[in-house]
């Protein structure tokens, strides 16, 4: 972006569904590279290495969550991306949050898997109205019908 180098790792290629683009969290992008090569199966999966951690500093965006979200939602621009799915894991969701706000007429969708969120920028389940509550995965396997 700009003068700044982005991180991105793509596998597969796109077809009839939409390209992931997935957001990890801070500092480890490594661990969601299985995730993408299993996407890669069906559709173009890229993991964004934002802000692309380098001597404890970022070096693609600021390493804020603010910073983050802008970057993510730059490269998206910069890269022409869109109707992509964006998935924001652990820390990753909150700036996969502010990307998508950023920039909605770029996505098809958003998903956070396994959020982690700053104490102020969670919903309280119990006064939270009935279409924030987060809603349970369904199960399968045995057990589960």
């Not at 999966?45 to 934002?50: G, I, K, S």
């Amino acid at each position: 972006m700009g003068d700044r180098l982005v991180r991105d790792l793509s596998t597969g290629e796109l077809a009839d569904l939409p390209e992931v683009v997935i957001r990890p969290g801070l500092g480890a992008p490594d661990y969601v590279e299985p995730w993408s090569r299993e996407m890669g199966h069906w559709t173009r999966a890229t993991v964004l290495d934002l802000p692309g951690w380098r001597r404890g500093g970022g070096r693609a965006s600021p390493s804020t969550v603010p910073g983050v979200a802008a970057g993510a939602a730059g490269w998206l621009t910069e890269t022409d991306r869109r109707d992509l799915v964006l998935i924001g894991h652990s820390s990753g969701a909150q700036s996969a949050i502010l990307a998508a706000l950023a920039v909605p007429d770029r996505l098809a969708g958003v998903v956070l898997a396994g959020p982690t969120l700053e104490p102020g920028a969670r919903i309280d389940r119990r006064t939270a109205p009935p279409g924030a509550r987060p809603r349970p995965a369904a199960r399968s396997g045995p057990g589960h019908r």
